[in-house]
């Protein structure tokens, strides 16, 4: 599938050493999964929840959802066993934190061979650094941090977002330059479905392909706030006609309510026609 046509609505964090979560995971209607070896795991369960992780892996059930492995920092004592490990493992991607420089994802590399890799961007060096990072060769999504980004800015929690969008424009630029999949950072507040409906519109409207989770609950808002909506997939269809007519009698210029239709709103239509199809794919 197109990358730009794959869906990244929902990318949900499970886990990687809790037998419950990862079989639970198998059945929830999420697009991704990330299957985390840093966070979600404590220190003295680190070694376990590799092999955790890579038998639920070899076990399958996860049908078409992209499966994202994210491994601690190779800066830690357990970044190293972490790659090494996740090269073996059934999944489509590893994800590094804290990417800051391509020297880190050349570490990386060295360890996981061809295996595709993913960026966590959560320091305000990263964020810098986001342009050099999304054209690395074997790169293929951004992940952004927005708990880490915040501790390092030290700043205020404030509903619109506003001391993180130097910081997420950056990226989003980046990855927009590159074709790479970028997804927002996770809302804590995971009873809050208001809360997360506005911020999951506010990432929709900046051009995040989807939106990172920390909780099922959340799936069900990410998923209707990241895909297109009905009206939309009208208007696209209608732009299409529209211009196909024209382009068809080579005379006058399409317009659709009002609004003329040129060549790259139909490039838009089409893209927003393969994701509504590849969404229905995947809930078919």
């Known amino acids: 599938m197109d990358q730009r046509a794959r869906p990244f609505r929902s990318v949900l964090y499970i886990p990687g050493s809790k037998d419950r979560a990862l079989e639970k995971a198998r059945g929830l209607p999420?697009?991704?999964?990330?299957?985390?070896?840093?966070?979600?795991?404590?220190p003295d369960e680190k070694d376990n929840a590799r092999a955790t992780l890579a038998a639920a892996l070899d076990q399958g059930g996860y049908g078409s959802r992209m499966r994202i492995v994210r491994i601690n920092g190779l800066d830690t004592q357990w970044g190293e066993a972490d790659a090494i490990a996740a090269?073996?493992?059934?999944?489509?991607?590893?994800?590094?934190?804290?990417?800051?420089?391509t020297e880190q994802l050349d570490a990386l590399v060295a360890?996981?061979?061809d295996k595709p890799i993913w960026a966590m961007m959560e320091t305000p060096r990263?964020?810098?650094?986001?342009?050099?990072?999304?054209?690395?060769?074997?790169?293929?999504?951004?992940?952004?941090?927005?708990?880490?980004?915040?501790?390092?800015?030290?700043?205020?929690?404030?509903?619109?977002?506003?001391?993180?969008?130097?910081?997420?424009?950056?990226?989003?630029?980046?990855?927009?330059?590159e074709g790479i999949v970028i997804v927002d950072g996770v809302y804590n507040a995971f009873k809050d479905a208001d809360g997360?409906?506005?911020?999951?519109?506010?990432?929709?409207?900046?051009?995040?392909?989807?939106?990172?989770?920390?909780?099922?609950?959340?799936?069900?808002?990410?998923?209707?706030?990241?895909?297109?909506?009905?009206?939309?997939?009208?208007?696209?269809?209608?732009?299409?006609?529209?211009?196909?007519?024209?382009e068809a009698s080579g005379q006058g210029v399409a317009v659709v309510d009002g609004k003329i239709v040129?060549?790259?709103?139909?490039?838009?239509?089409?893209?927003?026609?393969?994701?509504?199809?590849?969404?229905?794919a995947l809930e078919g």
Not at 30 to 42: K, M, N, T
Not at 87 to 101: F, G, I, N, T
Not at 262 to 280: F, G, P
């Open 196 to 246: 997360l409906k506005v911020e999951c519109d506010q990432g929709r409207d900046m051009g995040f392909d989807g939106k990172t989770l920390i909780h099922p609950a959340q799936v069900d808002v990410a998923n209707a706030a990241f895909a297109p909506s009905d009206a939309e997939i009208d208007l696209a269809n209608r732009q299409i006609a529209a211009f196909e007519e024209v």
């Open 126 to 177: 990263g964020m810098l650094k986001a342009a050099e990072i999304a054209a690395y060769p074997q790169l293929t999504g951004f992940v952004m941090g927005t708990n880490d980004l915040a501790k390092e800015l030290q700043t205020r929690f404030r509903a619109d977002r506003l001391p993180m969008m130097a910081g997420l424009g950056l990226c989003l630029l980046a990855a927009k330059a």
């Open 111 to 113: 360890l996981i061979g």
């Open 262 to 280: 040129e060549n790259l709103h139909v490039v838009t239509a089409r893209e927003i026609l393969a994701k509504a199809d590849a969404i229905a």
């Open 87 to 101: 090269a073996d493992m059934d999944c489509d991607a590893v994800l590094l934190p804290k990417v800051e420089s």
């Open 30 to 42: 999420v697009d991704a999964i990330i299957f985390d070896l840093e966070d979600a795991v404590s």
